[in-house]
């Protein structure tokens, strides 16, 4: 019997209609389930009754599968639990494009074809950040769409050098820079300029965030490249660091960001027979 674990996003889906429904159709096929809430919650939220909640540490280790439901951040957020435990994740989208998600809320009945094992992995590429100061390693992290960092304030630039294997790339003042995986070249990168990116493509996106300099461009890298970003002194401006829309961090002037590889892999459950470009062409159709 598979055992699959359901994350819904109690913002997005209050009522847990929609895990709810999801849970029967997982049952009336034969698979047991558990209901973990993917992050802490308000403490005056309230949470539907009736509804039994399990710890998500303490369920994925011997999970076959991660059904998530939200937007793309909650995947995100999701899916670092899911791939410490080498658990495939499938994304519900509850959100507003969802380019992560496999299934919309409209879709839930497809969810009968885990038993038969009628789907196929996906495995993404991730990142991993290592922020450094006067040679002290401050923060590390592991993301699936993007590194971003931007400036503090509103009306002033921030000045950044961009190294690529330690030659440098660009130098530019403006508002900040995305580094981001072909899974993330859909999200802030795009936003700022970048280019699509085929899921399967080994590289990695260097996109300049309003870049005072007409020679800062977007550049795709090889995904054995490690980048580093250093905040420049003579910039005499603050910087703050975002990892796959985490919680931001403040950079100080010195201050670097090591970007790389990872050797972790996110598994994305795939239900439907959809090529890379059916995907970008209806979700930029419904935006």
Same mark, same amino acid.
């Given at each position: ?60 280790? $011997?999970?076959?599968?991660? *059904? ?9 957020? %999701? ?17 507003? *494009?969802?380019?992560?998600? &496999? ?11 885990? %038993?038969?094992? &009628? ?28 590194? !971003?960092?931007?400036?503090?304030? !509103? ?13 440098? %790339? ?7 820079? *995305? ?12 936003? %700022?300029? $970048? ?56 950079? $100080? ?11 972790? &892999?996110?598994?994305? !459950? ?18």
């Amino acid at each position: 019997m598979k055992k699959i674990v359901l994350t819904p996003n109690p913002y997005r889906d209050k009522s847990f209609k929609f895990v709810l429904t999801a849970q029967s159709y997982l049952a009336s096929a034969g698979m047991e389930t558990r209901i973990c809430l993917p992050f802490d919650v308000d403490r005056g939220l309230d949470l539907p009754r009736g509804v039994v909640f399990s710890n998500l540490e303490q369920e994925l280790p $011997g999970a076959d599968m991660l *059904v998530c439901f939200g937007g793309d951040g909650t995947i995100l957020h %999701a899916s670092k639990a899911a791939t410490r435990s080498n658990v495939p994740v499938l994304g519900v989208n509850i959100g507003t *494009v969802g380019f992560i998600a &496999e299934l919309e809320s409209t879709e839930l009945q497809l969810l009968r074809r885990i %038993a038969a094992g &009628e789907y196929e992995i996906e495995r993404r590429k991730m990142l991993d950040v290592m922020v450094t100061r006067d040679g002290n390693v401050l923060q590390r992290e592991t993301c699936l769409n993007d590194v !971003v960092i931007t400036k503090g304030a !509103v009306a002033r630039v921030v000045r950044l050098a961009v190294y690529c294997d330690q030659v440098q %790339a660009m130098e530019f003042g403006g508002d900040g820079v *995305v580094i981001a995986t072909p899974t993330g070249s859909t999200a802030y990168s795009l936003s %700022a300029g $970048g280019p699509v990116v085929e899921p399967e493509a080994g590289v990695m996106v260097i996109t300049p965030i309003c870049a005072h300099d007409v020679q800062s461009r977007p550049i795709v890298t090889s995904d054995r490249r490690v980048i580093s970003v250093r905040l420049e002194r003579s910039g005499k401006r603050n910087a703050f660091l975002s990892v796959d829309g985490g919680r931001a961090i403040r950079l $100080g002037a010195g201050d670097t960001v090591q970007v790389a590889c990872s050797p972790y &892999e996110t598994q994305l !459950v795939r239900l439907k027979d959809r090529s890379f470009f059916d995907i970008v062409n209806h979700k930029f159709r419904n935006l």
